[in-house]
């Protein structure tokens, strides 16, 4: 199976900060990697597919980036709403995998 | 408007069958393309991809899980029944359904999520 390692595990940052996460998949899976948010106690929500593409209603902040192994997903200024866990996710293979997820917490 | 929500027992015991559905509206798993997926996720861990079934009834699983699990679907009803065999504490998640669309690899709409509890 497609493993997929997400960095850091979790981080602090302020209101305004410009955050990275990044997820690396254990072989190449061209562009096939998906982002989601999640909040205490809710289902996961899409964010970004494709490796780039913004889903429908998600704030122009959100962008994806990267191909074959490396990705990465940026907020270019952190919002309150945005503290949550981030998970990736790879869909090359016919099983998919997710990451271990990266929380985004206040500084 | 599409909307999908599981169901299923919130209980279950050690070496139980547990046996979750999905029911889903706005959309038809006939519709050429697409897919749905269990999903679980221990209290405060991550998320595990489970099983998938797509329109053609392609049927994909787990490696790690996959002796354990049978997921089928009925395309009158617009269901997917997802049954675990052999439950054990460790399996104690949230369950989760997911629609793929067209052809996709990723989760547009998911259900609110079920707690299951495996008891010893």
């Known amino acids: 199976d497609i493993q997929m390692t997400q960095s850091p595990s979790s981080l602090s940052a302020s209101v305004g900060d410009r955050v990275t996460i990044t997820c690396r998949a254990s072989?190449?899976?061209?562009?096939?990697l998906s982002w989601y948010q999640q909040k205490p106690g809710k289902a996961p929500k899409l964010l970004i597919y494709a490796a780039s593409s913004l889903h429908s209603g998600v704030p122009s902040r959100f962008s994806g980036s990267g191909s074959g192994t490396d990705f990465s997903l940026t907020i270019s200024s952190l919002q309150p709403e945005d503290f949550a866990t981030y998970y990736c996710q790879q869909g090359d293979s016919p099983l998919w995998t997710f990451g271990q997820g990266t929380k985004v917490e206040i500084k | 408007q599409v909307t999908v929500k599981e169901s299923g027992p919130a209980l279950v015991k050690s070496t139980q069958t547990l046996t979750l559905t999905c029911t889903f509206s706005?959309?038809?798993?006939?519709?050429?393309?697409?897919?749905v997926s269990w999903i679980r996720q221990p209290p405060g861990k991550a998320l595990e991809w489970l099983a998938r079934i797509d329109w053609d009834d392609d049927k994909f699983y787990s490696t790690s899980l996959q002796t354990r699990l049978t997921i089928s679907k009925d395309t009158s009803k617009n269901q997917v029944v997802l049954t675990m065999t052999n439950m054990d504490p460790v399996d104690t998640a949230t369950y989760y359904c997911?629609?793929?669309?067209?052809?996709?690899?990723?989760?547009?709409?998911w259900g609110q999520g079920t707690l299951v509890t495996v008891s010893s």
């Open positions: 706005g959309f038809s798993l006939s519709t050429t393309g697409m897919r």
């Open positions: 997911a629609r793929t669309p067209g052809v996709k690899t990723y989760f547009d709409y």
């Open positions: 072989q190449s899976i061209s562009r096939y």
